[in-house]
């Protein structure tokens, strides 16, 4: 829409100016070829990544960002979270860190519903969905013998936090169980 010709990483690259957006998620053999790329042909190249953003094990081992840090010339690191809204960002920040809280702070496009049993927190999800909200779940646990909130709730999800990554929904509805505590 906007002019871009984006393109899968394995495509002979065209191009002045190159973006990679989570490059800790790049397979190695696909990261290598397009860095000798962009040095054969002098080229541009702006790396998105964050080392913490990985979904698995072996994202970890690959350690794009050390990689990708030799080669750079300049590195800008982003303070807070480009993808959410200064009042998302906001209360998350003050949820893990309490002592950032602001009590003069008024979160309108945030709501916290507390319910004592599954029923009500399953018609209350329900309800939500019906009102255009999208539903993300946790990854539920495959190991458990006794299923938690997070696994009861699997049948009314669409998505679940695997499956969002990178994306952005409008309303958003989430469950938080006894397994979210401070210490």
Request: charge should be negative; aromatic fraction near 12%.
């Amino acid at each position: 829409q906007q002019g871009y010709n984006i393109v899968p990483p394995t495509t002979q690259i065209q191009a002045d100016i190159i973006i990679i957006d989570e490059a800790q998620r790049m397979e190695p053999d696909i990261l290598h070829t397009l860095i000798q790329q962009v040095q054969q042909q002098n080229l541009t190249c702006i790396f998105s990544y964050d080392p913490k953003q990985t979904l698995t094990k072996q994202e970890q081992q690959w350690n794009h960002a050390k990689t990708i840090e030799q080669l750079c010339t300049q590195t800008h690191k982003l303070s807070g979270n480009i993808r959410t809204n200064r009042q998302i960002f906001a209360f998350i920040t003050n949820v893990f860190d309490l002592t950032k809280r602001n009590p003069n702070y008024q979160y309108e496009q945030i709501s916290l519903s507390h319910f004592t049993n599954i029923t009500d927190a399953k018609s209350y999800i329900n309800y939500q969905k019906n009102n255009h909200y999208t539903f993300i779940n946790y990854t539920g646990t495959n190991f458990n013998d006794n299923p938690d909130i997070i696994d009861q709730l699997q049948t009314l999800q669409l998505y679940n936090t695997h499956e969002v990554i990178g994306q952005e929904f409008n309303k958003v509805i989430i469950a938080i169980d006894k397994t979210f505590y401070y210490n």
